[in-house]
Nanobody
Framework: QVQLVESGGGLVQPGGSLRLSCVAS????????MAWYRQAPGKERELVAG????????NYADSVQGRFTISRDNPKNTVYLQMNSLKSEDTAVYYC??????????????WGQGTQVTVSA
């Protein structure tokens, strides 16, 4: 069965960096686009970044553009989210998601369990 397992979250000070990882299994990883979402307390889940199956195409939320980078290593079945210059408003649970298509489409059919990122002094 499809599994997405996130890791790398934690507590970091404002201005710091974290790298999240999501290891996928149970499907042919390099056939699907992938994405990172986040959900802060009391807010709706929002798209952070998406990446095409080859890694050539990527898109970002305006709020993270220039600070976050999504990437993937297909032989390792892993998608990453490098987060730099973190702000308190980046505090959220971050989820990895599988897109239903090979390029970012906005339709996701599988989700991980999430990893908590807390940005605080």
């Amino acid at each position: 069965q499809v599994q997405l397992v996130e890791s790398g979250g934690g507590l970091v000070q404002p201005g710091g960096s974290l790298r999240l990882s999501c290891v996928a299994s149970g499907f042919t990883f390099d056939r699907y686009a992938m994405a990172w979402y986040r959900q802060a307390p009391g807010k709706e889940r929002e798209l952070v970044a998406g990446i095409s199956r080859t890694g050539v195409l990527a898109n970002y939320a305006d709020s993270v553009q220039g600070r976050f980078t999504i990437s993937r290593d297909n032989p390792k079945n892993t998608v990453y989210l490098q987060m730099n210059s973190l702000k308190s408003e980046d505090t959220a649970v971050y989820y990895c998601a599988r897109d239903s298509r090979s390029t970012p489409s906005g339709t996701y059919d599988y989700w991980g369990q999430g990893t908590q990122v807390t940005v605080s002094a």
